[in-house]
């Protein structure tokens, strides 16, 4: 977690919270209530912020949520920062704006938080506090109605990079009055230090995004009226300080842990995770914190999917200048932002979805054929390694999968009928899994579709791990190949070193022994790298290098030979073999972490040799593979159960 101490030195000093508690807090009605249940008052009190205040319910709920969560009984503030958010006809431009952008181009930093002008900077506010910080802002509007400026004019600005509406100059200025009276106000009521903002106040349209988006970015853009109708509403939200920096994951499946370091998974929940707390952890496995209970563990990372910043975040009150009273929608806003924005679910598949469940069967993409004459491309496929068998069943999925005498019995059918039999014995198969039946199922479908698209394979090369092995002789079969051309089992290929637990390597199937067990491997391969070169807990530079120098070193030996080459890899494989060879610089060690960790079972990319001898990613041939995970299902415990 980051620098918890720094948190610590922010909060004000026990010995002076405990003289001052006396007077510091607003014995409301839903507070009475959870004092009065037996809930000490620190607890009750975080647990009303937590929710906001809505009711005793839902503070409850929280409460026996988190009975387990470490931080429960920690002085952690919250971060607060106050907005304002449009409503009216400009909402629904705006919201249109935020669809419509999204499904062109993608999603962009911007997608993270709703429309919105920011009025100060994130600030803390101890929980006894945030009742008097509440008042504080309502005091403000009320001061400020009839005074507030109506309407706001906004003008569009666009960069490479940035796509905004500015508020005009004099006006901004008005604002930023408001924003410090609300800053005054609190400082007397709540006791907290709010730094108005000082730069221009703007409305975030779109921002880092791939310059070639701009067109569409800024064409859509200028589609929105400006001048419409907006009544303008001061809101006030916070979110939990321990997680400000990290990413939000949605979870998407139910999961239940296999061992005693896994995360429950309940769809709906949220998930917070750092790279700094990836860097351990295995392929195909996500460490984080769960919203919901506040417990932390690790986690499949192919049952959440990416969420927005701001949906996590807690409404605290949201007040018109315009009425004296609440309006009916700023009423629906006193809520967790779960969901706030109806154009989520383009980004945030929802459990259920029928497209997310089930195998997309959509036709086969037809390879353009250009109708100019030339010499073909030659092309590098690199692709991910098929489901394996530790994500789905656990680190200890053998234990499953034994009887008394150590013999390998298949106890579920998504378990492989059988495993190769070689001299290391089953105990080797903890740090070098296979495939799962549906592992093989999906490079199956993907060897189908490179076939159905006239995809030439003429080298196929395999990391020595079990998983790629099978996942390169499934798509072999897939081609109608197997049998016909042999898979290269290249120890180079083998993913960042970093990543391994122990202090060893795994102990790999020897190239004989994969071939006695019937798979399509090549025996008589020279490795450009030997198993004995590779080092435990290798530096990022060290593996990238590795990874560059093993492509270069296969393209240059099948130039002659043949035309395209399929590596079957790992996640971090797709990024390590055509990164520098597309000449471009290496990200840092975290941003590349991020990226392999948005890469799926059997994600591939193509990369195309261009005229001029330099390698470009191109699309390839072949769609996409979506699949969903069934969850483990016991029919007596299920529908025996009363």
């Known amino acids: 977690m980051a620098a918890k101490e720094e948190l610590y030195s922010k909060i004000i000093p026990r010995r002076l919270r405990q003289n001052r508690a006396s007077n510091a807090v607003k014995q409301g009605s839903h507070l009475d209530v959870l004092l009065s249940m037996g809930f000490p008052q620190s607890r009750a009190l975080k647990a009303l912020v937590s929710t906001g205040g809505r009711s005793v319910q839902l503070a409850c709920d929280w409460l026996f949520s988190h009975v387990d969560d470490p931080f ?12 304002l958010r449009p409503s009216g006809p400009l909402q629904n431009q705006l919201n249109h704006f935020w669809q419509q952008s999204r499904l062109t181009c993608g999603k962009n930093k911007a997608h993270n938080i709703f429309p919105h002008i920011t009025l100060c900077q994130f600030f803390m506010c101890a929980d006894s506090k945030v009742e008097a910080l509440c008042g504080a802002l309502q005091s403000t509007v009320s001061q400020w109605r009839g005074r507030f400026p109506s309407p706001l004019p906004l003008e569009l600005y666009t960069s490479a990079n940035f796509i905004g509406l500015f508020v ?18 609190a400082a007397a009521k709540a006791d907290v230090h709010v730094e108005p903002h ?44 321990r997680f400000a920096n990290h990413e939000t994951l949605r979870v998407m499946y139910p999961y239940v842990p296999q061992n005693e370091d896994e995360l429950e998974l309940v769809p709906g ?80 598949s929802r459990p259920g979805d029928s497209s997310i469940l089930s195998v997309v069967c959509q036709p086969m993409q037809v390879l353009r054929i250009n109708s100019h004459c030339r010499t073909p491309k030659r092309t590098l496929f690199v692709c991910r390694h098929g489901e394996r068998m530790d994500v789905v069943f656990g680190k200890h999925w053998l234990s499953q999968c034994s009887d008394a005498k150590g013999r390998y019995v298949r106890t579920n059918l998504n378990m492989p009928p059988f495993l190769p039999a070689w001299g290391g014995g089953h105990r080797d198969y903890d740090m070098d899994a296979p495939i799962t039946v549906f592992g093989a199922m999906q490079a199956r479908t993907v060897g189908e579709a490179l076939l159905e698209t006239n995809t030439t394979i003429d080298f196929i090369y395999s990391s020595p791990s079990l998983r790629c092995v099978q996942t390169a002789h499934e798509i072999l079969k897939g081609m109608q ?29 020897p190239p004989a022994d994969l071939a006695a067990a019937n798979l399509s ?3 008589t391969y020279r490795p450009h790298i030997s198993i004995s070169k590779l080092n435990v807990a ?6 990238m290098s590795r990874s560059y120098k093993v492509t270069k070193e296969v393209l240059a030996d099948c130039k002659n030979k043949g035309g395209n080459v399929l590596m079957v890899g790992h996640a971090s494989s797709l990024e390590a073999c055509t990164r520098q060879l597309q000449g471009r610089t290496l990200r840092n060690s975290k941003e590349f972490i991020q990226i392999v960790r948005k890469i799926p079972y059997l994600g591939m990319c193509a990369c195309e040799e261009q005229d001029s001898g330099v390698w470009q990613l191109v699309d390839p041939p072949i769609l996409p593979l979506t699949h969903g995970p069934n969850h483990s299902f016991n029919w007596r415990e299920t529908l025996q159960q009363e």
């Open 269 to 348: 929940d949220f998930v917070f995770t750092s790279s700094v707390e990836q860097m351990s952890t295995s392929e195909g496995w996500v460490y984080g914190t769960s919203l919901s209970t506040g417990v932390s563990g690790l986690l499949p990372e192919n049952y959440v999917s990416r969420a927005d910043e701001c949906d996590t975040w807690v409404c605290h009150g949201s007040h018109s200048f315009f009425s004296a009273s609440p309006s009916e929608k700023s009423n629906k806003e006193s809520r967790t932002l779960d969901g706030l924005l109806s154009i989520q679910c383009l980004d945030n």
């Open 168 to 185: 005009e100059e004099q006006v901004a200025e008005t604002l930023k009055k408001f924003a410090a009276d609300f800053a005054a106000e």
């Open 481 to 509: 190949l197997d049998g016909k051309m042999r898979i290269r089992v290249e120890p180079a290929l083998f993913e960042w070193t970093k990543w391994v637990s122990g202090s060893s390597l795994p102990a790999w199937i």
């Open 538 to 543: 290798e530096s990022y530079e060290t593996y």
């Open 198 to 241: 000082k730069k221009q106040l703007h409305v975030t349209l779109a921002y880092h995004f791939p310059s070639s988006h701009l067109a569409s970015l800024e064409k859509l853009a200028r589609g929105i009226e400006v001048k419409l109708g907006c009544d303008w509403l001061a809101v006030l939200f916070s979110r939990d300080i």
């Open 72 to 83: 429960l009984d920690d002085p952690l503030p919250r971060e607060y920062v106050l907005y």
């Open 521 to 523: 491997v090549d025996t």
